[in-house]
Nanobody, 123 residues
C-alpha cells in the first residue's frame, strides 16, 4: 500500500521559513513526478511545485524565488523549503505523486496523495 506522509507544517510569522517533508512508502518514486499542492479555505487546490529531477522542476509563479523543491531518492522523500513566507501562503499543503515521469500541474493527474499539513503565516 502506497503512503505519502507530510510533516513540517506549523505557524510562522510573515517573512519566516518552514521546510515541509514528504516521506513515501510502499513503492519507490525515484523515477516518478512528485509535487506539492496547497488548498486555502474556500479556494481550489493549486499546484505549488513539482519535481522529476534537479534539472526538471516547476513552480507556481507566486512562489518562484521563495520556495525550493528537492528530492532525496535514497530516502524516497521530497522536500519543500519555503522562505519569506507571506500570509497568502497560508493553506493545507499536500504531497502528491504520479505513475509517470512527466511533470504536470493539474490535480487529477496525480495518483497518490498525502493527508496534508497545515501552514499558517501570521502578518
Amino acid at each position: 500500500q502506497v503512503q505519502l506522509v507530510e510533516s513540517g507544517g506549523g505557524l510562522v510569522q510573515s517573512g519566516g521559513s518552514l521546510r515541509l517533508s514528504c516521506a513515501a512508502s510502499g513503492r519507490t518514486f525515484s523515477r516518478a513526478a512528485m509535487a506539492w499542492f496547497r488548498q486555502a479555505p474556500r479556494k481550489e487546490r493549486e499546484f505549488v511545485a513539482g519535481i522529476v529531477s534537479d534539472d526538471n522542476t516547476s513552480y507556481l509563479y507566486s512562489v518562484k524565488g521563495r520556495f525550493t523543491i528537492s528530492r532525496d531518492n535514497a530516502l524516497n522523500t521530497v522536500l519543500l523549503q519555503m522562505n519569506n513566507l507571506q500570509p497568502e501562503d497560508t493553506a493545507v499543503y499536500y504531497c502528491a505523486a504520479r505513475d509517470s515521469i512527466v511533470l504536470v500541474r493539474y490535480t487529477n493527474a496525480y495518483d497518490y496523495w498525502g493527508q496534508g499539513t497545515q501552514v499558517t503565516v501570521s502578518s
